[in-house]
């Protein structure tokens, strides 16, 4: 179940999970190699690093350019998974950000999918990819591409929280860790109680 994340006076909804799908063809008819993912999530994290969080857009429009009155969230972090790019966006508190958090508190998957320019060539590989932000849309062109809106932030800061999430992603693959993901969550809950 999704829950939004409580800072001040305020809750902000943060999406959390694959960006961008590598080494598979996407909708579009194009195909990430995976140095191309790693060398845009260099791109945002250096950003990020230089400027503050990287802002997005609801669904993609015509240009390369961001506008103010289109951004819905701030991308907070990505990293490499694999062959993919993950990472955590939040969701603002006005304007297109609103729609997002309506949309989420609806049940809805939201999509994110890649914004930049690059070469593609006639198999659909890209080259020479220059990112510029991950928008949300509603239909995404790589197939996987809706993180979830979790809880991900209040987990990452309780040593037992860390322990979750690692079981949260293999529980679905790995029988064993299932076994241990009730305790583990139960070590998180009783430590989070402790930090209100």
Known sequence: MSEA????DQK???LKGLFIEGEVKNHNGRNYPEGEIANAVQQINNRIKEFGPIAGELDHPEGLNINFDRVSHAITE???EGNNGHGTMRVINAGM???IGGCVEAGMRVGVSSRGSGEVDGTGNVSDFDIVTVDAVINPS???AYPNATLAEALDNSQHG???IHLIEYVHDDPVAQKYLVKALTK?????KEMK
């Open 97 to 99: 950000g609103l729609i």
């Open 12 to 14: 902000f909804w943060y």
């Open 188 to 192: 998180f809950i009783s430590e989070f």
């Open 5 to 8: 994340i409580k800072e001040g």
């Open 142 to 144: 790589a197939p996987h």
């Open 162 to 164: 860390k322990e979750t």
């Open 78 to 80: 990505m990293h490499m």
